[in-house]
């Protein structure tokens, strides 16, 4: 393994990392700061409407978004890297604890969902690759462009009305059963059912596309045609010599889904009030809940650049030809 | 397809057990429900915070807490923690509380007088983000004497303050150890109350578990869960198939539930209007003439029933005509003929397109109404269809707060509000002339009436019965004179619950309701069937 080129590109894509973090963060803030939503009045809620002028101003000053824009954001950065991320207003918690709570349940949808994607999408892929132009692979193909245009919320709702309410055989909503207090592994894993699956489904056909394409590509090459000559086992060829070249596409596929992967999370984790991170950033943006929103952006942002990161190093290794000059 | 995907669940089942291990938002307990002594309610909207110091239980029926006193079936005033109703002096200016002994918060240590103090005084401190301070203006400062004795001090004599008196009492030895506006009590609540948090899955559910050891005795229903659905039409269906034992429902859905067996519906009355401002910055929504033609204009009869589906009332004036407090006689009909005759004798004259004109004033304004609230959509529709046969042009616009707000001055806004515990509470703020021209929600039609302020200054202040009905009798009867809002309806508001657990009340309810409010109001005075 290639261990020192491996740690020089993601040295380098760390040193990368800085400044494209200081970016977000710092227009995440510019960009609340300029939306016509007032902090204030997402903070009283209900309380503002009965509020005295004396009492919205002070309100102001304690919770600081009198301060202008660049102050707010220093101030924000220069705690955040000694581990204070601030309080997020709207949750009335320090924001490392909604984050803290809310992450495990994103992740184990997210994950679930994009291993769902990537196992279902390289069976699909590889099967319609094998007969191009027959029956399968045009079931398919047309299958994964009519999902690629269906939005994931659409797809959600979708599914809710017919495996939750029409079935009845899947909940429609939540982490557990409504009157239950207890969080059981069997409880979380039926309700995880759907919102993965949608997720799974609205990530599939950029899956499917690329191996079937990828592996189709492969099926035409010399390797293949040599192996077909040494009258190697057909599934052999499939496997061992397409499938093995047809791969590299969709690897550098999984760093460039992760964005895709998160948005359609949010949707997702919306539809089906999944206690996860969605909530509190639809909330956060609403509300301007600059702490909360900024720190959301900024792990976003880091997932999206550790996906790219690892689909480079994993192409680096797969295909030597390309290396690590990141 | 879809078995590989449960395959793939299943796997991952592993996986949740370890997540679980990090716990859920806000996790903590154990317990399960189903069984008789559990209910299960749908609600659409969660409270921001649990903490009594940033404004949980202001108006009582808080569960986890309880306050000094608290409100009956009929809005009465009776003792909670404090033995009886408060003694108060000559000149009104200060309230004296005996305290019940031997009361204990779920966490073991004993309830006292310094747990009074702290909880007004912090709300009152400037470094509390609390946002219904404004509510506790009239308190100057609050004084333990002994163990079991507060004794309150006001700025001037406010006759309603026993009313504030229901807000919520925190702990002190927990709450003064930690940050008021980012603490564990905001998520974490330890109270005196009938019920004791056993956890808050933000915008999913609260649940509670019955308090043992209450005071006022254990309540029967020992498993507690207010599920948080927004859409109306989801918390129906989660009702019909079980999930949930009860819910608030718009009046349209309550109705399909009518013919079931085994579910009641009940019809909360409310002081929850609906209303026109009608800023006197307009031109021609602030002239006298077009209010009062207005306010015979408008059909406020075929509202309620199209609208309401007939859950609600006439609205004449911020008071229900079904309250104590209503002037009898300011109803006003609908009459059109009326309305037609005020605009001609003022020189509004119609023009070609029907529209009256004055002075080179065309008799007409913009309406705006939150975007999104379809009740609100559906009366500022109404009242433009009514206003436009009397020939003033209402144009209805949607829009969020941030855009209604700065045009408040001088544009129209369909608004709502109201508060049943006493008649200062919504009416000073939206009619004392002392708010105009704030930044704020108060007094949003800039109404500026002399008499009006005379009256409600007088109401504030007195403490005999009689005098204050005469007051908030002259604030009514003035508002008939110059109706600077065109108060449209009160809405009644609707809940489906299963009958197994008996008959039970609703309180008359604010203008925010759902989660203090409904027949679960008293859920730990249920007696569920066996």
Redesign the interface.
Known sequence: MPWAAMARMAGRRLLVAVPVLLAVTFGVFAIAAAS???PV?A???????????Q??D??RA??GVDQPLVARWWDWLTAALHGDFG?SL?????VGQVI???L??S??LA??AF??AI??GTTLGVLAARRPGGWLDRGVTSLAYGLEAAPPFWLGLLAVWFFA?KL?VLP?G?????????????Q???H??LP??VL?VSQLPWFVLYVRQGVGDALEEDPVRGARARGIAERTVLLGHALRSGLLPVLTLIGSRVPELITGALLVETVF?W?GIA?ATVEAATSVDFALLAALTALATAAVLLGNLVADLLYGLADPRVGFDG | ??G???R???A??????G??A??????G??????ADD?V?VGIAYEP??L?PL??YGKDGNAKIFDGLLTHDADMNLKPALATGLPEKSADGLTYTFKLRKGVKFSDGKPFSSKDVVYTYETILD??T???????L?ALKSVEAKGEDEVVFHLKYPYAPFAERTVHAIAPEHIGAKQDV??GDL??KPVGTGPYEL??W?????L?F?ANPDYWGGAPKVK?F?M?IIKDDD?RA??LR?G??DGAILPPNLAKTFAGDKGRKTYEATSFDYRVVTLPTGNKVAGDTDIRRALDVAVDRKAMVDSILDGAGKEAYGPVPTDSEWFTKGTERKHDLKQAEKILDEAGWKKGSDGIREKDGVRASFPLWYLSGDKLRQDHALAYASDAKKAGIEVKVQAG????IQPRMDRDAVLAG?GAPADPDFDQF?MLHSQFVG?????NMGFYENPAVDKALEKGRESDDKAERKAAYDTVQRELVKNPGYTFLTHIDHMYVVNDSFGELTTQVEPH?HGFATGPWWNVEDWQPKK
Do not use: H
């Not at chain 2, 969020?400 to 855009?403: D, I, K, L, S």
């Open positions: 016509p939503f007032d009045k903070y009283a809620g209900t309380g503002g409407l009965t509020a005295s002028e009492t919205l002070q309100l304690n919770l309080t709207v949750m009335r918690q320090p803290g709570e809310r495990g349940w992740v184990l994950a679930t291993l769902l196992v279902l309410l009845d429609a939540g982490l557990t059963d409504t009157g239950s207090t207890v969080v059981s592994a069997g979380v894993a039926t995880l059912v993965a699956c799974a009030s206690p909530a | 397809m879809r590989a995907a449960i793939g669940a299943g991952l089942a592993a996986l949740a057990v997540a679980a990090c716990s859920a938002p806000g996790e307990g154990s317990g399960s429900a189903g559990s299960v921001d915070t903490s940033l404004g400037k470094k983000n609390n946002a219904y301070k404004t509510e203006d506006n980012t905001t998520t056993v956890k899955s933000k915008g999913e559910k649940t578990k498993n869960t599920a989801v269906t989660r198939s999930d949930l969020t707060w941030e855009v509000g703020t704030g930044n704020d929600f108060n925010d």
